[in-house]
């Protein structure tokens, strides 16, 4: 019973670490949007946390499993990924495609960098209140109320 508890919030907790690492890329990008030749960073959050938890947890937490180009379904589409090549010294940072060519050789492109920010700001932030809600549903269970 125990593990069931702590497997959710250790989930939540890997998806939080994730998240303020993803924010801390998107704020390097922006800090060096001038840095002439400089090429923009991320990761997919999925995989990161595919990784992170295995597909085991994954599968437990959402109900879904997940085949090895990203669907749930054998009958969906699957979508090229464009957005993110991942890094090749087996870490979880990528390079972001570039989608405009600049003269200098930056690879930043800053509306989508900052839609990319603001997104992931208010999914930390649901995290974050996830996490407080299944921290207050527990100290209610356990006080009897």
């Known amino acids: 019973m125990l593990d069931k508890l702590t497997n959710a919030l250790d989930f939540q907790s890997k998806a939080l670490v994730l ?3 993803r924010q801390r890329d998107i704020a390097g990008n922006i800090a060096n949007a001038d840095t ?7 990761f997919s959050f999925a995989d990161a946390m ?9 599968a437990a937490t959402t ?9 749930t379904d054998a009958r969906h589409f699957a979508l090229p ?4 090549s991942a890094g090749s010294d087996g870490t979880r940072d990528g390079y972001t495609v570039q989608t405009q ?3 200098d050789g930056n690879s930043v492109d800053l ?3 900052r839609a990319a920010f603001a997104e992931n700001a208010v999914r930390y932030e ?12 527990l100290l209610a269970a356990i006080q009897g109320q």
């Open 63 to 71: 109900g879904r499993t997940w085949s090895s180009d990203g669907r």
């Open 36 to 42: 002439p030749g400089y090429a923009a960073r991320d």
């Open 126 to 137: 649901a995290t974050l209140r996830f996490i407080n809600g299944q921290g207050k549903t």
């Open 50 to 58: 595919r990784d992170a938890t295995g597909p085991s947890a994954t």
């Open 19 to 21: 998240r303020a690492e």
């Open 81 to 84: 990924s464009t957005a993110v």
């Open 101 to 103: 060519p600049t003269l």
């Open 111 to 113: 509306d989508r960098e």
